[in-house]
Protein backbone atom coordinates (compact mmCIF):
# COMPACT_ATOMS: atom_id res chain seq x y z
CA UNK A 1 0.00 0.00 0.00
CA UNK A 2 1.10 3.27 -0.70
CA UNK A 3 1.70 5.04 2.48
CA UNK A 4 1.08 9.55 1.90
CA UNK A 5 0.76 10.87 5.29
CA UNK A 6 -1.35 13.99 6.29
CA UNK A 7 2.11 16.20 6.16
CA UNK A 8 2.64 15.04 2.83
CA UNK A 9 -1.37 16.13 1.56
CA UNK A 10 -0.70 19.47 3.48
CA UNK A 11 2.56 20.00 1.78
CA UNK A 12 1.74 19.36 -1.69
CA UNK A 13 -1.35 21.10 -1.42
CA UNK A 14 0.77 24.08 -0.18
CA UNK A 15 2.97 23.71 -3.30
CA UNK A 16 0.15 23.56 -5.28
CA UNK A 17 -1.36 26.64 -4.06
CA UNK A 18 -4.29 24.62 -2.62
CA UNK A 19 -6.63 24.82 0.50
CA UNK A 20 -8.90 22.17 2.39
CA UNK A 21 -10.50 21.75 5.21
CA UNK A 22 -9.82 18.72 7.35
CA UNK A 23 -12.34 16.62 5.61
CA UNK A 24 -10.83 17.24 2.46
CA UNK A 25 -7.85 16.57 2.90
CA UNK A 26 -8.83 13.32 4.98
CA UNK A 27 -10.36 12.54 1.43
CA UNK A 28 -7.53 13.21 -0.85
CA UNK A 29 -5.26 11.25 1.42
CA UNK A 30 -7.35 8.20 0.88
CA UNK A 31 -7.99 9.11 -2.80
CA UNK A 32 -4.44 9.45 -3.61
CA UNK A 33 -3.19 6.90 -1.81
CA UNK A 34 -5.55 4.53 -3.68
CA UNK A 35 -4.44 6.04 -6.62
CA UNK A 36 -0.74 5.77 -6.29
CA UNK A 37 -1.45 2.55 -5.26
CA UNK A 38 -2.59 1.74 -8.38
CA UNK A 39 -0.02 3.44 -10.22
CA UNK A 40 2.82 1.50 -8.71
CA UNK A 41 2.09 -1.50 -10.60
CA UNK A 42 4.38 0.52 -13.38
CA UNK A 43 7.36 -1.18 -10.78
CA UNK A 44 6.95 -4.48 -11.95
CA UNK A 45 8.50 -3.65 -15.65
CA UNK A 46 11.99 -3.32 -15.74
CA UNK A 47 12.71 -0.55 -17.50
CA UNK A 48 16.50 0.39 -16.75
CA UNK A 49 17.31 0.44 -20.11
CA UNK A 50 14.45 2.30 -21.51
CA UNK A 51 14.47 5.14 -23.07
CA UNK A 52 12.32 8.07 -22.22
CA UNK A 53 9.22 9.52 -23.96
CA UNK A 54 8.02 12.92 -23.64
CA UNK A 55 7.22 13.66 -27.43
CA UNK A 56 5.43 10.99 -29.53
CA UNK A 57 6.40 12.89 -32.58
CA UNK A 58 9.69 13.70 -33.49
CA UNK A 59 10.31 17.34 -33.13
CA UNK A 60 13.28 19.27 -32.91
CA UNK A 61 13.52 23.00 -31.07
CA UNK A 62 10.75 25.29 -33.21
CA UNK A 63 12.42 28.53 -33.26
CA UNK A 64 10.90 32.19 -34.78
CA UNK A 65 12.38 35.51 -35.70
CA UNK A 66 12.44 37.63 -32.80
CA UNK A 67 10.66 40.09 -33.65
CA UNK A 68 7.72 42.78 -32.16
CA UNK A 69 4.02 41.64 -33.56
CA UNK A 70 1.20 43.54 -32.52
CA UNK A 71 -1.66 40.56 -31.82
CA UNK A 72 -4.04 42.28 -29.60
CA UNK A 73 -4.07 45.92 -27.76
CA UNK A 74 -3.64 46.06 -24.29
CA UNK A 75 -7.59 46.81 -22.89
CA UNK A 76 -8.43 43.63 -25.31
CA UNK A 77 -6.31 41.79 -22.96
CA UNK A 78 -7.18 44.08 -19.94
CA UNK A 79 -10.81 43.55 -20.45
CA UNK A 80 -10.93 40.09 -18.51
CA UNK A 81 -9.02 41.14 -15.56
CA UNK A 82 -10.44 41.21 -12.05
CA UNK A 83 -8.56 44.33 -11.15
CA UNK A 84 -6.70 47.02 -13.73
CA UNK A 85 -5.35 50.13 -12.61
CA UNK A 86 -3.62 52.57 -14.88
CA UNK A 87 -3.05 50.02 -18.04
CA UNK A 88 -1.82 47.48 -15.50
CA UNK A 89 -2.74 44.29 -13.87
CA UNK A 90 -3.40 45.34 -10.15
CA UNK A 91 -2.78 42.28 -7.50
CA UNK A 92 -2.61 42.94 -3.84
CA UNK A 93 0.18 44.59 -2.12
CA UNK A 94 3.57 42.11 -2.56
CA UNK A 95 6.27 44.19 -0.85
CA UNK A 96 6.07 44.98 2.72
CA UNK B 1 -38.16 14.55 -45.80
CA UNK B 2 -36.58 14.47 -42.51
CA UNK B 3 -36.40 18.14 -41.24
CA UNK B 4 -32.55 19.86 -42.02
CA UNK B 5 -31.31 19.50 -38.81
CA UNK B 6 -30.93 15.63 -39.15
CA UNK B 7 -29.09 15.36 -42.26
CA UNK B 8 -25.45 15.46 -42.71
CA UNK B 9 -22.86 17.92 -43.98
CA UNK B 10 -22.43 16.35 -47.33
CA UNK B 11 -26.26 15.80 -47.86
CA UNK B 12 -27.07 19.27 -46.87
CA UNK B 13 -23.94 21.03 -48.89
CA UNK B 14 -25.60 19.57 -52.19
CA UNK B 15 -28.64 21.59 -51.49
CA UNK B 16 -27.13 24.40 -50.26
CA UNK B 17 -25.17 24.75 -53.16
CA UNK B 18 -28.26 24.26 -55.80
CA UNK B 19 -29.90 26.69 -53.22
CA UNK B 20 -32.90 24.13 -52.49
CA UNK B 21 -31.98 25.56 -49.02
CA UNK B 22 -30.44 28.40 -46.97
CA UNK B 23 -27.95 28.33 -44.48
CA UNK B 24 -30.43 30.49 -42.47
CA UNK B 25 -32.92 27.91 -42.83
CA UNK B 26 -30.93 25.22 -41.39
CA UNK B 27 -29.88 27.32 -38.95
CA UNK B 28 -33.19 28.29 -37.76
CA UNK B 29 -34.03 24.00 -38.32
CA UNK B 30 -31.07 23.65 -35.79
CA UNK B 31 -32.11 25.82 -32.82
CA UNK B 32 -35.79 24.96 -33.03
CA UNK B 33 -34.20 21.69 -32.20
CA UNK B 34 -31.94 23.01 -29.44
CA UNK B 35 -35.32 24.81 -28.30
CA UNK B 36 -37.37 21.43 -28.21
CA UNK B 37 -34.54 19.35 -26.00
CA UNK B 38 -31.37 20.80 -24.81
CA UNK B 39 -33.97 21.81 -21.66
CA UNK B 40 -33.59 17.30 -21.25
CA UNK B 41 -30.31 16.82 -22.97
CA UNK B 42 -28.38 19.97 -21.49
CA UNK B 43 -25.57 19.65 -24.55
CA UNK B 44 -24.74 23.08 -24.28
CA UNK B 45 -22.87 26.14 -22.14
CA UNK B 46 -23.86 28.53 -24.24
CA UNK B 47 -25.51 29.34 -27.82
CA UNK B 48 -24.52 31.94 -30.43
CA UNK B 49 -27.56 32.55 -32.01
CA UNK B 50 -26.92 35.98 -33.45
CA UNK B 51 -23.79 35.61 -34.37
CA UNK B 52 -25.03 31.91 -36.24
CA UNK B 53 -27.94 33.73 -37.93
CA UNK B 54 -25.51 36.66 -39.35
CA UNK B 55 -22.97 33.77 -40.41
CA UNK B 56 -25.40 31.93 -42.19
CA UNK B 57 -26.59 34.81 -43.73
CA UNK B 58 -22.96 35.69 -45.08
CA UNK B 59 -22.46 32.01 -46.12
CA UNK B 60 -26.22 32.39 -48.54
CA UNK B 61 -24.51 35.55 -49.46
CA UNK B 62 -21.25 33.21 -50.73
CA UNK B 63 -23.52 30.84 -52.72
CA UNK B 64 -25.85 33.44 -54.42
CA UNK B 65 -22.74 35.12 -55.35
CA UNK B 66 -20.97 31.70 -56.64
CA UNK B 67 -18.08 32.36 -54.56
CA UNK B 68 -15.68 29.64 -53.55
CA UNK B 69 -17.13 27.39 -51.05
CA UNK B 70 -16.44 24.58 -49.13
CA UNK B 71 -18.11 21.49 -48.14
CA UNK B 72 -18.54 22.62 -44.54
CA UNK B 73 -19.98 26.46 -45.71
CA UNK B 74 -22.94 27.03 -44.27
CA UNK B 75 -22.89 23.88 -41.71
CA UNK B 76 -24.08 24.40 -38.13
CA UNK B 77 -20.92 23.97 -35.78
CA UNK B 78 -20.66 23.24 -32.23
CA UNK B 79 -17.57 23.78 -30.28
CA UNK B 80 -16.03 22.27 -26.78
CA UNK B 81 -16.25 24.79 -24.74
CA UNK B 82 -12.12 24.03 -24.20
CA UNK B 83 -11.36 25.93 -27.79
CA UNK B 84 -11.11 29.21 -27.44
CA UNK B 85 -13.73 31.31 -29.63
CA UNK B 86 -13.18 35.21 -29.89
CA UNK B 87 -15.67 37.71 -28.33
CA UNK B 88 -17.54 34.53 -26.90
CA UNK B 89 -18.14 32.87 -23.76
CA UNK B 90 -15.38 30.06 -23.21
CA UNK B 91 -15.29 28.42 -19.41
CA UNK B 92 -13.78 24.98 -20.29
CA UNK B 93 -16.28 23.88 -17.96
CA UNK B 94 -15.09 25.43 -14.82
CA UNK B 95 -16.01 27.70 -12.38
CA UNK B 96 -12.27 29.52 -12.55
CA UNK B 97 -13.03 30.58 -16.00
CA UNK B 98 -16.85 30.83 -15.71
CA UNK B 99 -16.58 34.50 -16.84
CA UNK B 100 -13.74 34.36 -19.67
CA UNK B 101 -14.51 35.79 -22.94
CA UNK B 102 -11.42 34.57 -25.65
CA UNK B 103 -9.71 37.90 -26.63
CA UNK B 104 -8.77 35.39 -29.72
CA UNK B 105 -9.78 32.64 -31.88
CA UNK B 106 -8.49 29.13 -31.86
CA UNK B 107 -6.43 28.11 -34.65
CA UNK B 108 -9.31 25.42 -35.28
CA UNK B 109 -12.00 28.37 -35.21
CA UNK B 110 -10.14 30.85 -37.96
CA UNK B 111 -9.95 27.87 -40.06
CA UNK B 112 -13.64 27.03 -39.77
CA UNK B 113 -14.16 31.00 -40.13
CA UNK B 114 -12.22 31.07 -43.43
CA UNK B 115 -14.16 28.50 -44.52
CA UNK B 116 -17.80 30.61 -43.60
CA UNK B 117 -19.18 27.78 -41.32
CA UNK B 118 -22.10 28.72 -38.83
CA UNK B 119 -21.05 28.33 -35.28
CA UNK B 120 -24.14 27.24 -32.68
CA UNK B 121 -22.60 27.20 -29.48
CA UNK B 122 -20.43 26.46 -27.31
CA UNK B 123 -20.39 22.64 -25.77
CA UNK B 124 -20.43 21.60 -21.96
CA UNK B 125 -17.61 19.09 -20.71
CA UNK B 126 -16.01 17.51 -17.73
CA UNK B 127 -14.17 20.91 -15.90
CA UNK B 128 -10.81 21.03 -18.08
CA UNK B 129 -11.64 18.20 -19.98
CA UNK B 130 -11.19 16.05 -16.99
CA UNK B 131 -13.69 13.24 -17.07
CA UNK B 132 -15.18 10.63 -18.57
CA UNK B 133 -18.79 11.51 -18.34
CA UNK B 134 -19.62 15.71 -18.38
CA UNK B 135 -20.19 14.84 -14.45
CA UNK B 136 -17.16 16.64 -13.79
CA UNK B 137 -18.20 20.14 -15.38
CA UNK B 138 -18.98 23.06 -12.70
CA UNK B 139 -22.13 23.94 -14.26
CA UNK B 140 -24.44 20.67 -15.03
CA UNK B 141 -24.21 16.85 -16.17
CA UNK B 142 -24.73 16.58 -20.30
CA UNK B 143 -27.50 13.74 -21.03
CA UNK B 144 -27.13 10.77 -23.15
CA UNK B 145 -29.70 11.29 -25.57
CA UNK B 146 -30.38 7.21 -26.21
CA UNK B 147 -31.36 6.89 -22.44
CA UNK B 148 -31.56 10.40 -20.39
CA UNK B 149 -30.80 8.22 -17.68
CA UNK B 150 -27.42 7.69 -18.54
CA UNK B 151 -24.46 10.14 -19.29
CA UNK B 152 -23.09 11.03 -22.68
CA UNK B 153 -19.33 10.35 -21.64
CA UNK B 154 -16.83 12.85 -21.69
CA UNK B 155 -15.09 14.70 -21.47
CA UNK B 156 -16.51 15.47 -25.01
CA UNK B 157 -20.09 14.62 -23.98
CA UNK B 158 -21.86 18.22 -25.10
CA UNK B 159 -20.24 17.70 -28.22
CA UNK B 160 -21.44 14.14 -29.13
CA UNK B 161 -24.65 14.33 -27.43
CA UNK B 162 -25.35 17.53 -29.30
CA UNK B 163 -24.69 15.93 -32.92
CA UNK B 164 -26.61 12.79 -31.23
CA UNK B 165 -29.54 14.61 -30.67
CA UNK B 166 -29.22 16.18 -34.14
CA UNK B 167 -29.13 19.46 -32.31
CA UNK B 168 -25.71 20.76 -34.73
CA UNK B 169 -24.48 19.05 -37.67
CA UNK B 170 -20.85 18.70 -36.91
CA UNK B 171 -18.94 19.61 -33.35
CA UNK B 172 -15.29 19.65 -32.49
CA UNK B 173 -14.33 17.64 -29.27
CA UNK B 174 -11.20 17.60 -27.85
CA UNK B 175 -9.31 13.88 -27.06
CA UNK B 176 -6.59 13.89 -24.25
CA UNK B 177 -6.99 10.00 -22.97
CA UNK B 178 -10.12 9.29 -25.02
CA UNK B 179 -12.15 12.22 -24.60
CA UNK B 180 -14.03 12.32 -27.97
CA UNK B 181 -13.78 8.56 -29.02
CA UNK B 182 -15.63 7.41 -25.82
CA UNK B 183 -18.62 9.78 -25.81
CA UNK B 184 -18.75 8.91 -29.53
CA UNK B 185 -18.88 5.33 -28.91
CA UNK B 186 -21.62 6.25 -26.01
CA UNK B 187 -23.39 8.65 -28.24
CA UNK B 188 -23.60 6.84 -31.43
CA UNK B 189 -21.93 9.16 -33.33
CA UNK B 190 -18.27 9.11 -34.99
CA UNK B 191 -15.31 10.50 -33.53
CA UNK B 192 -11.99 11.31 -34.26
CA UNK B 193 -8.93 11.80 -32.60
CA UNK B 194 -6.17 13.45 -35.15
CA UNK B 195 -2.44 11.59 -35.16
CA UNK B 196 -0.59 14.40 -32.28
CA UNK B 197 0.41 16.85 -34.10
CA UNK B 198 -1.95 16.77 -37.08
CA UNK B 199 -4.30 19.78 -35.58
CA UNK B 200 -3.12 22.79 -34.14
CA UNK B 201 -3.75 23.15 -30.60
CA UNK B 202 -3.32 27.15 -30.65
CA UNK B 203 -6.30 28.04 -28.48
CA UNK B 204 -6.73 25.02 -26.85
CA UNK B 205 -7.27 25.25 -23.63
CA UNK B 206 -4.08 23.14 -22.28
CA UNK B 207 -5.00 20.04 -20.32
CA UNK B 208 -1.78 17.43 -20.64
CA UNK B 209 0.39 18.88 -23.70
CA UNK B 210 2.06 15.63 -24.68
CA UNK B 211 -1.63 14.18 -25.50
CA UNK B 212 -4.22 16.46 -26.32
CA UNK B 213 -5.57 17.04 -29.52
CA UNK B 214 -9.14 18.92 -31.39
CA UNK B 215 -10.72 16.38 -33.35
CA UNK B 216 -14.49 16.40 -34.77
CA UNK B 217 -17.69 14.42 -34.06
CA UNK B 218 -20.08 13.58 -36.90
CA UNK B 219 -23.05 12.05 -37.84
CA UNK B 220 -20.95 9.92 -40.46
CA UNK B 221 -17.25 9.07 -41.96
CA UNK B 222 -18.14 11.18 -44.81
CA UNK B 223 -18.46 14.36 -42.58
CA UNK B 224 -15.44 13.43 -40.15
CA UNK B 225 -13.19 13.48 -43.16
CA UNK B 226 -14.83 16.73 -44.77
CA UNK B 227 -14.26 18.10 -41.15
CA UNK B 228 -10.67 16.87 -40.65
CA UNK B 229 -9.65 17.84 -44.17
CA UNK B 230 -10.65 21.70 -42.48
CA UNK B 231 -9.21 21.43 -39.13
CA UNK B 232 -5.44 19.53 -39.75
CA UNK B 233 -2.37 21.44 -41.00
CA UNK B 234 1.00 23.13 -40.28
CA UNK B 235 0.68 26.06 -38.15
CA UNK B 236 3.42 28.16 -36.84
CA UNK B 237 1.42 29.44 -33.52
CA UNK B 238 1.89 25.56 -32.19
CA UNK B 239 5.39 24.86 -31.39
CA UNK B 240 4.24 20.82 -31.98
CA UNK B 241 2.48 21.19 -35.46
CA UNK B 242 3.71 18.88 -37.76
CA UNK B 243 5.09 20.35 -41.08
CA UNK B 244 3.60 17.45 -42.80
CA UNK B 245 1.71 17.91 -46.18
CA UNK B 246 -2.27 17.05 -45.40
CA UNK B 247 -4.21 14.72 -47.95
CA UNK B 248 -7.24 15.44 -49.54
CA UNK B 249 -8.90 12.14 -46.46
CA UNK B 250 -12.26 12.47 -48.87
CA UNK B 251 -10.36 10.67 -51.46
CA UNK B 252 -9.75 8.14 -48.39
CA UNK B 253 -13.49 7.18 -48.36
CA UNK B 254 -13.51 3.95 -50.74
CA UNK B 255 -16.04 1.03 -50.03
CA UNK B 256 -13.24 -1.73 -50.20
CA UNK B 257 -11.13 -3.38 -47.87
CA UNK B 258 -9.39 -6.13 -49.95
CA UNK B 259 -5.69 -6.47 -48.70
CA UNK B 260 -6.38 -4.54 -45.65
CA UNK B 261 -4.80 -6.19 -43.31
CA UNK B 262 -6.67 -6.03 -39.68
CA UNK B 263 -4.83 -6.52 -36.34
CA UNK B 264 -7.33 -7.82 -33.34
CA UNK B 265 -5.21 -7.27 -29.97
CA UNK B 266 -6.20 -10.24 -27.85
CA UNK B 267 -5.13 -8.01 -24.60
CA UNK B 268 -8.58 -5.82 -25.45
CA UNK B 269 -10.62 -8.44 -25.35
CA UNK B 270 -9.71 -10.26 -22.25
CA UNK B 271 -10.71 -8.13 -19.09
CA UNK B 272 -13.83 -6.46 -17.65
CA UNK B 273 -15.43 -6.49 -21.06
CA UNK B 274 -19.10 -6.25 -21.77
CA UNK B 275 -20.41 -9.37 -23.39
CA UNK B 276 -22.84 -7.45 -25.56
CA UNK B 277 -19.85 -4.99 -26.39
CA UNK B 278 -18.04 -7.81 -27.30
CA UNK B 279 -20.08 -9.53 -29.53
CA UNK B 280 -21.06 -6.40 -31.80
CA UNK B 281 -17.41 -5.89 -32.23
CA UNK B 282 -16.59 -9.46 -33.17
CA UNK B 283 -19.54 -9.49 -35.43
CA UNK B 284 -17.97 -6.14 -37.11
CA UNK B 285 -14.64 -7.54 -37.30
CA UNK B 286 -16.16 -10.62 -39.07
CA UNK B 287 -18.31 -8.42 -41.76
CA UNK B 288 -14.76 -6.41 -42.37
CA UNK B 289 -13.76 -10.28 -43.02
CA UNK B 290 -16.29 -11.39 -45.29
CA UNK B 291 -15.99 -7.58 -47.35
CA UNK B 292 -11.72 -9.15 -48.07
CA UNK B 293 -10.02 -7.86 -45.03
CA UNK B 294 -7.73 -10.89 -43.71
CA UNK B 295 -7.08 -10.14 -40.17
CA UNK B 296 -4.61 -11.63 -37.37
CA UNK B 297 -4.35 -11.64 -33.36
CA UNK B 298 -1.60 -9.04 -32.67
CA UNK B 299 -0.07 -8.53 -28.57
CA UNK B 300 0.54 -5.22 -27.38
CA UNK B 301 1.98 -6.82 -24.18
CA UNK B 302 2.19 -3.34 -22.20
CA UNK B 303 -1.78 -2.44 -22.49
CA UNK B 304 -2.30 -2.95 -18.99
CA UNK B 305 0.13 -0.50 -17.91
CA UNK B 306 -1.60 2.18 -20.10
CA UNK B 307 -4.11 3.64 -17.17
CA UNK B 308 -1.34 4.02 -14.46
CA UNK B 309 0.97 5.47 -16.88
CA UNK B 310 -1.44 8.18 -18.30
CA UNK B 311 -2.32 8.81 -14.37
CA UNK B 312 0.96 9.74 -13.66
CA UNK B 313 1.78 12.02 -17.40
CA UNK B 314 -1.46 13.74 -17.75
CA UNK B 315 -2.08 15.16 -14.23
CA UNK B 316 1.78 16.15 -13.99
CA UNK B 317 1.36 18.09 -17.41
CA UNK B 318 -1.94 19.29 -16.16
CA UNK B 319 -0.62 20.91 -13.09
CA UNK B 320 1.67 22.62 -14.52
CA UNK B 321 -0.94 23.97 -17.13
CA UNK B 322 -3.14 25.13 -14.62
CA UNK B 323 -0.60 27.07 -12.46
CA UNK B 324 -1.55 29.94 -14.75
CA UNK B 325 -5.14 30.16 -12.61
CA UNK B 326 -4.09 32.46 -9.97
CA UNK B 327 -6.76 34.99 -10.23
CA UNK B 328 -4.59 37.85 -11.59
CA UNK B 329 -4.82 38.02 -15.47
CA UNK B 330 -8.59 36.48 -16.39
CA UNK B 331 -11.15 34.59 -14.41
CA UNK B 332 -12.07 34.21 -11.39
CA UNK B 333 -10.47 36.39 -8.24
CA UNK B 334 -12.03 35.65 -4.80
CA UNK B 335 -13.27 38.52 -2.32
CA UNK B 336 -11.33 38.72 0.77
CA UNK B 337 -7.98 37.95 0.75
CA UNK B 338 -5.43 39.14 3.00
CA UNK B 339 -2.12 38.98 0.43
CA UNK B 340 -1.01 37.62 -2.37
CA UNK B 341 -0.63 34.08 -1.68
CA UNK B 342 -3.89 33.99 0.20
CA UNK B 343 -5.23 35.41 -3.17
CA UNK B 344 -3.79 32.32 -5.56
CA UNK B 345 -5.02 30.08 -2.55
CA UNK B 346 -8.62 31.07 -2.25
CA UNK B 347 -8.95 31.36 -5.44
CA UNK B 348 -7.95 28.34 -6.72
CA UNK B 349 -9.33 26.38 -4.18
CA UNK B 350 -13.20 28.20 -5.33
CA UNK B 351 -12.61 27.95 -8.72
CA UNK B 352 -11.37 24.44 -9.30
CA UNK B 353 -13.72 21.46 -8.62
CA UNK B 354 -12.96 18.25 -7.09
CA UNK B 355 -11.29 16.23 -9.74
CA UNK B 356 -9.40 19.00 -11.16
CA UNK B 357 -7.83 19.09 -7.61
CA UNK B 358 -7.16 15.80 -7.22
CA UNK B 359 -5.00 15.54 -10.41
CA UNK B 360 -3.69 19.05 -9.52
CA UNK B 361 -2.19 17.37 -6.51
CA UNK B 362 -1.36 13.88 -8.16
CA UNK B 363 0.86 16.01 -10.69
CA UNK B 364 2.00 18.16 -8.17
CA UNK B 365 3.54 14.81 -6.07
CA UNK B 366 4.57 13.19 -8.75
CA UNK B 367 6.99 16.37 -10.08
CA UNK B 368 7.89 17.25 -5.87
CA UNK B 369 11.46 16.90 -5.52
CA UNK B 370 12.13 13.36 -4.19
CA UNK B 371 9.79 11.47 -6.51
CA UNK B 372 10.40 12.45 -9.94
CA UNK B 373 12.39 9.55 -11.04
CA UNK B 374 10.09 7.26 -9.45
CA UNK B 375 7.25 8.79 -10.97
CA UNK B 376 7.34 10.66 -14.20
CA UNK B 377 10.66 9.46 -15.49
CA UNK B 378 8.93 5.91 -14.85
CA UNK B 379 5.82 6.66 -16.74
CA UNK B 380 7.58 8.07 -19.34
CA UNK B 381 9.72 5.56 -19.85
CA UNK B 382 7.02 2.80 -19.71
CA UNK B 383 5.33 4.71 -22.52
CA UNK B 384 8.16 4.10 -24.70
CA UNK B 385 7.22 0.28 -24.22
CA UNK B 386 3.33 1.24 -24.80
CA UNK B 387 4.58 3.59 -27.89
CA UNK B 388 6.99 0.21 -29.23
CA UNK B 389 4.40 -2.06 -28.84
CA UNK B 390 1.93 -0.49 -31.57
CA UNK B 391 5.39 0.00 -33.35
CA UNK B 392 5.84 -3.58 -33.61
CA UNK B 393 1.94 -4.19 -34.51
CA UNK B 394 1.90 -1.76 -37.18
CA UNK B 395 4.56 -3.25 -38.99
CA UNK B 396 2.44 -6.73 -39.56
CA UNK B 397 -1.17 -4.87 -39.83
CA UNK B 398 -2.62 -1.80 -41.59
CA UNK B 399 -5.22 -0.94 -38.51
CA UNK B 400 -6.39 -2.50 -35.29
CA UNK B 401 -9.75 -2.51 -34.43
CA UNK B 402 -11.10 -2.77 -30.70
CA UNK B 403 -13.68 -1.86 -28.33
CA UNK B 404 -13.75 1.98 -27.93
CA UNK B 405 -15.24 1.59 -24.43
CA UNK B 406 -15.76 -1.72 -22.47
CA UNK B 407 -18.86 -0.64 -21.49
CA UNK B 408 -22.03 1.63 -23.22
CA UNK B 409 -23.24 4.06 -21.36
CA UNK B 410 -23.44 4.22 -17.48
CA UNK B 411 -25.94 5.75 -15.42
CA UNK B 412 -25.51 9.48 -13.92
CA UNK B 413 -23.67 8.92 -10.71
CA UNK B 414 -22.66 5.07 -10.95
CA UNK B 415 -18.85 5.98 -10.92
CA UNK B 416 -18.65 9.37 -9.36
CA UNK B 417 -17.50 7.98 -5.84
CA UNK B 418 -14.52 6.23 -7.15
CA UNK B 419 -12.19 8.28 -8.81
CA UNK B 420 -10.15 5.13 -10.33
CA UNK B 421 -13.51 3.43 -11.44
CA UNK B 422 -14.05 6.43 -14.13
CA UNK B 423 -10.64 6.48 -14.88
CA UNK B 424 -10.64 2.52 -16.25
CA UNK B 425 -13.30 3.71 -18.54
CA UNK B 426 -10.78 5.07 -20.67
CA UNK B 427 -8.62 1.78 -20.78
CA UNK B 428 -8.76 1.20 -24.45
CA UNK B 429 -8.18 4.18 -25.03
CA UNK B 430 -5.47 5.76 -23.21
CA UNK B 431 -2.54 3.39 -24.77
CA UNK B 432 -2.97 4.88 -28.34
CA UNK B 433 -3.58 8.44 -26.70
CA UNK B 434 0.09 7.70 -25.20
CA UNK B 435 1.23 6.73 -28.68
CA UNK B 436 0.11 9.93 -30.27
CA UNK B 437 -1.74 7.68 -33.28
CA UNK B 438 -4.77 8.43 -35.05
CA UNK B 439 -8.43 6.52 -33.72
CA UNK B 440 -11.73 6.75 -34.64
CA UNK B 441 -14.88 5.27 -33.20
CA UNK B 442 -17.95 4.28 -35.45
CA UNK B 443 -21.21 2.96 -34.23
CA UNK B 444 -21.46 -0.67 -34.51
CA UNK B 445 -24.39 -1.61 -33.28
CA UNK B 446 -26.91 -0.91 -30.04
CA UNK B 447 -26.88 -3.11 -26.59
CA UNK B 448 -30.95 -5.16 -26.13
CA UNK B 449 -31.85 -1.86 -23.84
CA UNK B 450 -30.89 0.25 -27.04
CA UNK B 451 -27.43 2.07 -25.97
CA UNK B 452 -24.91 2.58 -28.33
CA UNK B 453 -22.05 0.64 -29.04
CA UNK B 454 -18.45 1.81 -30.73
CA UNK B 455 -15.65 0.37 -32.85
CA UNK B 456 -12.18 2.00 -32.51
CA UNK B 457 -10.10 1.77 -35.31
CA UNK B 458 -6.61 2.70 -34.59
CA UNK B 459 -3.57 3.33 -37.60
CA UNK B 460 0.17 4.16 -37.28
CA UNK B 461 1.13 7.83 -36.60
CA UNK B 462 -0.17 10.29 -39.78
CA UNK B 463 -2.05 7.38 -41.23
CA UNK B 464 -5.75 8.44 -40.67
CA UNK B 465 -6.63 7.41 -44.40
CA UNK B 466 -6.49 4.13 -43.45
CA UNK B 467 -8.80 4.73 -40.41
CA UNK B 468 -11.13 6.67 -43.31
CA UNK B 469 -11.37 3.32 -45.85
CA UNK B 470 -12.03 0.84 -42.77
CA UNK B 471 -14.64 2.97 -40.88
CA UNK B 472 -16.69 3.74 -44.53
CA UNK B 473 -15.97 0.65 -45.83
CA UNK B 474 -17.36 -0.72 -42.41
CA UNK B 475 -20.30 2.44 -42.24
CA UNK B 476 -21.27 1.47 -46.16
CA UNK B 477 -22.20 -1.92 -45.70
CA UNK B 478 -24.05 -1.32 -42.28
CA UNK B 479 -26.96 1.04 -40.88
CA UNK B 480 -26.26 1.39 -37.31
CA UNK B 481 -24.90 5.38 -38.15
CA UNK B 482 -28.76 5.54 -39.40
CA UNK B 483 -30.16 5.02 -36.14
CA UNK B 484 -31.50 8.20 -34.28
CA UNK B 485 -32.19 8.32 -30.60
CA UNK B 486 -35.99 8.80 -29.49
CA UNK B 487 -35.43 11.22 -27.18
CA UNK B 488 -37.86 10.67 -24.23
CA UNK B 489 -38.50 13.44 -21.24
CA UNK B 490 -37.65 11.73 -18.05
CA UNK B 491 -37.54 8.19 -19.67
CA UNK B 492 -41.11 7.50 -18.77
CA UNK B 493 -42.58 5.32 -20.97
CA UNK B 494 -46.35 7.96 -20.56
CA UNK B 495 -44.10 10.70 -21.00
CA UNK B 496 -44.47 12.62 -24.25
CA UNK B 497 -42.11 11.74 -27.09
CA UNK B 498 -40.19 15.24 -27.80
CA UNK B 499 -39.08 13.73 -30.95
CA UNK B 500 -39.54 15.27 -34.13
Given at each position: ???????????????????????????????????????????????????????????????????????????????????????????????? | ?????????????????????????????????????????????????????????????????????????????????????????????????????????????????????????????????????????????????????????????????????????????????????????????????????RVSRFGLI?????????????????????????????????????????????????????????????????????????????????????????????????????????????????????????????????????????????????????????????????????????????????????????????????????????????????????????????????????????GISVPCGL?????????????????????????????????????????????????MEIDQ
Amino acid sequence: MSEITPEEVEHIADLARLEFSQQELDQFQGNLERILDYISKLNQLDTDDVPPTSHVIPIRNVTKTDEVIQRYNRQQILANAPSQEKGYFEVPKIIE
Amino acid sequence: MPPLNQLTAHELHQRLKSREITSVELTESVFDRINNVDDSVKGYITLTQDMALEQAAIADKAFDQGDQTSPLTGIPIALKDVICTQDVLTTCGSRILGNFVSPYDATVMRKLKSHKTVMIGKTNMDEFAMGSSTENSAFFTTRNPWNLDTIPGGSSGGSAAVVAADEAIVSLGSDTGGSIRQPASLCGVVGMKPTYGRVSRFGLIAFASSLDQIGPLTKDVTDCAITHNVICGHDKMDSTSANLPVPDFTTSLINDVNGIKIGIPTQYFSQGINPEVEKNVRSAIELLEKLGASTEEVSLPHTDYAIATYYIIAPAEASANLARYDGVRYGLRTEHIDNIIDMYRKTRSQGFGDEVKRRIMLGTYALSSGYYDAYYLKAQKVRTLIKQDFDQAFEKVDVLITPTSPTPAFKAGERTDDPLQMYLSDIFTTPSSLAGLPGISVPCGLTENGLPIGLQILAAPFEEEKIFQVAYTFEQNTDHHQKKPKLLKNQDPLSMEIDQ
